[in-house]
């Protein structure tokens, strides 16, 4: 049973499209993470947030906006998505016991 | 620096043998290390985790894995793979003492798994 909600679970759209893929989680958690995953598997960080009104970059250089009004929401937004942008995008919040907590991630298309 | 490594991109295991998945880290410290599945169009699902202790850790669905801190290595285990274990499985360390972006899992690059009857 998930406590961490993303949508849309799948998305197509055109290129200089806006989006947003939500990400909530139930838990109360203070630490999420958006990591965006390559067909061939590898996960990277994009983004990251120890709490409300704090977000940080991550490892990987996204093009991708961020925001943490709510502890329980961390919505994602691309201003004009290009094909570049066609990946996975998983959510994950941490548990005080160190371990993360995925969502099923939204996986994003843009023609 | 913090890494993992998961030297095999894939792992082909018959039904019913044993099965390892390997994963190697560099971390200044004592490290937190943690095993990841991910099924087809699925988030990661939590496996196991190591902090401190027993170096033989049970997690879910019969894997264990066992930490070496000499050899720097994790690798998951279970002793009669099934089909259904069939996925992706992502290796990934964390520093205990790292505070800010360096408290972040990082994560290896995944082992594709294929169990065949």
């Known amino acids: 049973e998930a406590d961490i909600y993303q949508t849309p679970r799948y998305l197509v759209i055109g290129t200089g499209k806006k989006i947003t893929l939500e990400c909530s989680q139930t838990?109360?958690?203070?630490?999420m993470y958006w990591y965006q995953q390559d067909p061939g598997m590898e996960l990277h960080l994009i983004h990251y947030s120890y709490g409300v009104n704090s977000t940080e970059k991550g490892d990987l250089s996204s093009e991708s906006t961020v925001s943490r009004i709510r502890t329980e929401h961390f919505p994602l937004t691309l201003e004009s998505a290009r094909p570049s942008h066609t990946s996975q995008y998983l959510c994950?919040?941490?548990?005080?016991?160190?371990?993360?907590?995925f969502g099923e991630g939204s996986r994003l298309t843009v023609l | 620096a913090q890494s993992v490594a998961q030297p095999e991109d894939q792992v082909n295991v018959a039904e019913g043998n044993p099965l390892t998945v390997k994963c190697t880290y560099s971390v200044s410290g004592n490290p937190y290390l943690f095993w990841y599945v991910q099924y087809p169009n699925r988030g990661l699902q939590f496996l196991l985790k190591?902090?401190?202790?027993?170096?033989l850790v049970k997690g879910s669905y019969g894997f264990e894995a066992e930490f070496n801190k000499s050899q720097t290595s994790f690798h998951l285990k279970k002793p009669s793979a099934l089909v259904s274990d069939s996925a992706l499985y992502f290796c990934a360390v964390r520093g205990l003492n790292y505070g800010g972006s360096q408290g972040n899992l990082i994560f290896g690059k995944g082992t594709k798994l294929s169990v065949k009857p």
């Open positions: 994950a919040s941490r548990l005080v016991t160190g371990e993360l907590f």
């Open positions: 838990m109360g958690h203070d630490k």
């Open positions: 190591y902090i401190t202790g027993d170096n």
